[in-house]
């Protein structure tokens, strides 16, 4: 009973470690998400777009009054020791600029969305290079297992020839040749799997992972008719919805906008620019005195010229000079001020003619990147197109040909097996049909990879 119960264990312990390890295999798509999350270039190009982001929020903020205070503290020592103190506050808010911070806040905007696009575009390119990795990965999978089979056959003839030479019914030569094509396969699939382990750390390396020799990839089920479908659409529909998805097209139409802004906030700088400025201040001095007043007392100031016997009196208050506390002097000598500042563009030596003509120049310069990009879009998907059609037919027609040299190897095998067929015809048209399954691989791969190009123009998620 209890070894029953350790065979179950066993089992359940092989299955869950089966399913485990399928789990941990890597899907095109989680290889894409795993490489966006870790790579540096799209890391910088985010951080890049922040700035832009703190751009427009302090063009905003422009908008709002500036506040400052100030404070000057001054001590002297000479004939007099004292000391002052001012202190103010001023606001200043700019009423208008010719709508140039307005213009500067759209051209902010439109490169923050631009700076989205690169992000994009870059996911783009990371995308297709990540993918073009998996599929080399899944070409030397299957190319070993052909190898191996060709190995497996070449092993069993080689094992029937050696019977035949050991029986007298053939010569030695036949069992040395093969024996040559055996070590010869060996080597193919001994280099096939160093191309292999060579695909996966290029996988590795394009998704920020250290080696890992555990590391495998998922291998889906790939139907070759669904290659076929963008065959079915026109070179200008594919291209019409490129023009609508494409991250550089929508990249130059954005700083195309960008450019044109450009030349209405060079233009003004041409209009008369109104500030309004405020202010509330007081001041402090250890020279101040604060002044009071005694008893008004009739003090002698002459006598009349017609009788010196009559003085002339005058009333006089007592005056006295007492120290001016701190607070006292900031609440007395506080004052507040108001003014409008308006500037008026005379000549500057040309320098905003010339900074609207540069800018003019930039904006025209844009439009001709803009046509550029499109222009190359347009000839990337031709060449796209044109590459999957010959794919296709090349794929094709290497199916005839492996139908053929098949048919031409099953031929040569039972005219060798009889003896009516020597090594050398008989190793020929195996390397003919090696190289046809090759070829066929070859021709299948690129198809995929063709197909995934176009996929990708369109904006399509790349899948296998």
């Not at 998400?33 to 985010?46: F, H, P, S, V």
């Not at 506050?89 to 806040?105: E, M, V, Y």
């Not at 080399?136 to 035949?164: A, D, G, M, V």
Request: aromatic share 10%; with cysteine; charged share 20%.
């Amino acid at each position: 009973m209890r070894k029953r119960y350790l065979i179950i264990i066993s089992i359940a312990l092989l299955i869950s470690n089966q399913v485990k390890s399928q789990s941990d295999k890597w899907t095109l798509n989680k290889c894409i998400e795993y490489a966006y999350e870790n790579n540096i270039q799209i890391k910088q190009n985010e951080l890049s777009n922040k700035i832009n982001l703190l751009e427009i929020n302090q063009l905003k903020a422009n908008r709002i009054p500036s506040l400052n205070a100030n404070d000057n503290q001054n001590f002297n020592w000479g004939n007099d020791t004292y000391n002052t103190n001012t202190f103010s506050i001023n606001s200043s808010i700019t009423i208008f600029n010719g709508l140039q911070n307005n213009h500067l806040i759209k051209q902010s905007k439109l490169n923050y969305t631009a700076g989205e696009y690169n992000i994009k575009q870059t996911k783009n390119n990371i995308s297709l290079s990540v993918a073009n990795a998996y599929l080399e990965i899944i070409f030397y999978n299957e190319q070993i297992k052909i190898s191996k089979n060709q190995l497996e056959s070449t092993l069993q003839q080689l094992k029937n020839t050696k019977n035949k030479v050991d029986a007298g019914m053939l010569p030695i030569s036949n069992y040395l040749q093969l024996e040559a094509q055996l070590y010869s396969e060996e080597l193919t699939v001994t280099n096939t799997e160093n191309q292999l382990r060579i695909a996966k750390l290029n996988l590795m390396q394009l998704m920020e992972i250290e080696i890992n020799n555990n590391f495998d990839i998922d291998i889906p089920e790939i139907k070759i008719e669904d290659q076929y479908k963008n065959l079915n659409l026109s070179i200008q529909t594919i291209y019409q919805t490129a023009l609508n998805v494409r991250p550089e097209i929508q990249n130059a139409i954005l700083n195309n906008q960008s450019t044109e802004l450009g030349i209405k906030i060079a233009k003004a700088s041409q209009l008369p620019k109104l500030t309004l400025n405020a202010g509330v201040g007081t001041q402090f001095s250890s020279l101040s005195k604060q002044i009071s007043y005694g008893n008004i007392e009739s003090v002698t100031v002459g006598y009349l010229e017609s009788n010196p016997s009559e003085y002339v009196l005058q009333d006089q208050t007592s005056l006295y000079y007492n120290s001016y506390p701190f607070f006292d002097q900031y609440s007395d000598n506080l004052y507040e001020n108001i003014s409008f500042s308006l500037s008026v563009p005379i000549f500057n030596h040309f320098e905003t003619k010339t900074s609207i003509e540069k800018s003019k120049i930039n904006f025209y310069n844009s439009q001709l990147d803009l046509l550029n990009t499109k222009n190359n879009l347009r000839k990337n998907i031709e060449q796209a197109y044109t590459d999957l059609l010959a794919a296709k037919k090349e794929y094709d027609s290497n199916i005839k040909l492996l139908e053929s040299y098949q048919r031409s190897y099953d031929d040569a095998t039972k005219k060798f097996n009889a003896g009516m067929l020597s090594s050398v015809d008989f190793l020929i048209e195996k390397t003919k049909l090696i190289n046809a399954e090759n070829s066929l691989l070859q021709s299948k791969y690129n198809l995929i990879f063709k197909n995934i190009i176009l996929d990708h123009y369109q904006g399509n998620p790349i899948t296998i």
